[in-house]
Protein backbone atom coordinates (compact mmCIF):
# COMPACT_ATOMS: atom_id res chain seq x y z
CA UNK A 1 0.00 0.00 0.00
CA UNK A 2 1.47 3.06 -0.70
CA UNK A 3 0.22 6.66 0.89
CA UNK A 4 0.34 10.44 -0.74
CA UNK A 5 -0.74 13.27 1.45
CA UNK A 6 -1.42 16.55 0.59
CA UNK A 7 -3.20 19.70 0.84
CA UNK A 8 -0.85 21.13 3.94
CA UNK A 9 0.57 24.65 3.70
CA UNK A 10 1.49 28.13 5.87
CA UNK A 11 -2.24 29.10 7.31
CA UNK A 12 -3.12 31.62 10.06
CA UNK A 13 -4.52 30.85 13.36
CA UNK A 14 -7.98 30.14 12.98
CA UNK A 15 -8.03 29.37 9.41
CA UNK A 16 -9.15 25.96 7.99
CA UNK A 17 -6.76 23.30 5.94
CA UNK A 18 -7.96 20.18 4.21
CA UNK A 19 -5.77 17.29 3.88
CA UNK A 20 -5.96 14.43 1.57
CA UNK A 21 -4.36 11.22 1.36
CA UNK A 22 -4.34 8.35 -1.53
CA UNK A 23 -3.95 5.47 -1.57
CA UNK A 24 -2.77 2.87 -4.28
CA UNK A 25 -1.65 -0.62 -4.19
CA UNK A 26 -4.73 -2.14 -2.93
CA UNK A 27 -8.41 -0.86 -1.60
CA UNK A 28 -8.59 1.09 1.09
CA UNK A 29 -12.02 -0.80 2.16
CA UNK A 30 -9.68 -3.09 3.68
CA UNK A 31 -8.13 -0.85 5.70
CA UNK A 32 -8.81 1.04 8.61
CA UNK A 33 -6.95 4.31 8.34
CA UNK A 34 -5.62 7.18 10.13
CA UNK A 35 -3.74 10.76 11.30
CA UNK A 36 -0.66 10.91 13.31
CA UNK A 37 1.46 14.07 14.09
CA UNK A 38 4.86 14.89 14.73
CA UNK A 39 5.76 18.61 16.00
CA UNK A 40 9.34 19.51 16.06
CA UNK A 41 11.37 17.80 18.87
CA UNK A 42 7.90 15.80 20.04
CA UNK A 43 7.04 12.18 19.54
CA UNK A 44 4.65 11.46 16.85
CA UNK A 45 1.03 11.31 18.09
CA UNK A 46 -2.50 9.94 17.03
CA UNK A 47 -4.52 12.99 15.79
CA UNK A 48 -7.46 10.82 14.61
CA UNK A 49 -8.61 7.32 12.94
CA UNK A 50 -11.47 6.23 10.96
CA UNK A 51 -12.82 2.01 10.27
CA UNK A 52 -13.07 0.64 7.52
CA UNK A 53 -16.23 1.97 6.28
CA UNK A 54 -16.43 5.18 7.86
CA UNK A 55 -19.00 4.19 10.50
CA UNK A 56 -16.42 4.47 13.70
CA UNK A 57 -13.77 7.67 13.95
CA UNK A 58 -11.72 8.63 17.06
CA UNK A 59 -10.11 11.92 17.75
CA UNK A 60 -7.98 12.81 20.06
CA UNK A 61 -8.91 15.43 22.74
CA UNK A 62 -6.23 18.41 21.41
CA UNK A 63 -8.27 18.00 18.10
CA UNK A 64 -11.55 17.00 18.90
CA UNK A 65 -14.72 19.25 17.76
CA UNK A 66 -11.87 20.85 15.37
CA UNK A 67 -10.63 18.48 13.26
CA UNK A 68 -12.81 15.52 11.20
CA UNK A 69 -12.02 12.59 9.69
CA UNK A 70 -13.17 11.19 6.50
CA UNK A 71 -13.22 8.62 4.03
CA UNK A 72 -14.08 8.17 0.40
CA UNK A 73 -13.46 4.19 -0.47
CA UNK A 74 -14.63 4.88 -3.69
CA UNK A 75 -11.70 7.59 -4.17
CA UNK A 76 -9.22 5.29 -2.32
CA UNK A 77 -8.96 8.63 -0.27
CA UNK A 78 -8.65 9.71 3.39
CA UNK A 79 -9.66 13.13 4.44
CA UNK A 80 -8.61 15.68 7.37
CA UNK A 81 -10.59 18.49 7.57
CA UNK A 82 -8.69 20.93 10.10
CA UNK A 83 -10.41 23.66 11.24
CA UNK A 84 -9.93 26.75 14.04
CA UNK A 85 -5.99 26.00 13.39
CA UNK A 86 -3.73 26.85 16.15
CA UNK A 87 -0.09 28.02 16.32
CA UNK A 88 -0.01 24.07 18.36
CA UNK A 89 -1.11 22.41 15.19
CA UNK A 90 2.14 22.62 13.17
CA UNK A 91 3.76 19.59 12.92
CA UNK A 92 4.17 17.34 10.01
CA UNK A 93 0.85 15.15 9.46
CA UNK A 94 1.17 11.30 8.42
CA UNK A 95 -1.46 9.22 7.20
CA UNK A 96 -1.53 5.34 8.18
CA UNK A 97 -2.77 2.68 7.16
CA UNK A 98 -3.34 -0.68 8.36
CA UNK A 99 -5.83 -4.40 7.98
CA UNK A 100 -6.69 -4.28 11.90
CA UNK A 101 -10.94 -4.04 11.98
CA UNK A 102 -10.22 -1.86 15.36
CA UNK A 103 -9.25 1.71 15.43
CA UNK A 104 -5.79 1.69 16.67
CA UNK A 105 -2.30 3.42 17.70
CA UNK A 106 -0.48 1.16 15.61
CA UNK A 107 -0.06 1.05 11.53
CA UNK A 108 1.96 -1.00 9.20
CA UNK A 109 1.53 1.27 6.38
CA UNK A 110 2.82 5.11 6.15
CA UNK A 111 2.98 8.14 4.16
CA UNK A 112 5.58 10.27 3.33
CA UNK A 113 3.72 13.51 5.14
CA UNK A 114 2.83 16.91 4.84
CA UNK A 115 4.29 19.97 6.29
CA UNK A 116 1.51 21.88 8.47
CA UNK A 117 2.23 25.50 9.62
CA UNK A 118 -0.44 27.98 11.69
CA UNK A 119 1.06 31.04 12.12
CA UNK A 120 -0.44 33.02 14.79
Known amino acids: VQLVESGGGLVQAGGSLRLSCAAS????????MGWFRQAPGKEREFVAG????????KSADAVKDRFTITRDNSRNTLYLQMNSLKPEDTAVYYC??????????????WGQGTQVTVSS
Open 96 to 109: AADQRVTIGYEYNY
Open 50 to 57: ISRTGTNT
Open 25 to 32: GRSVSSLT
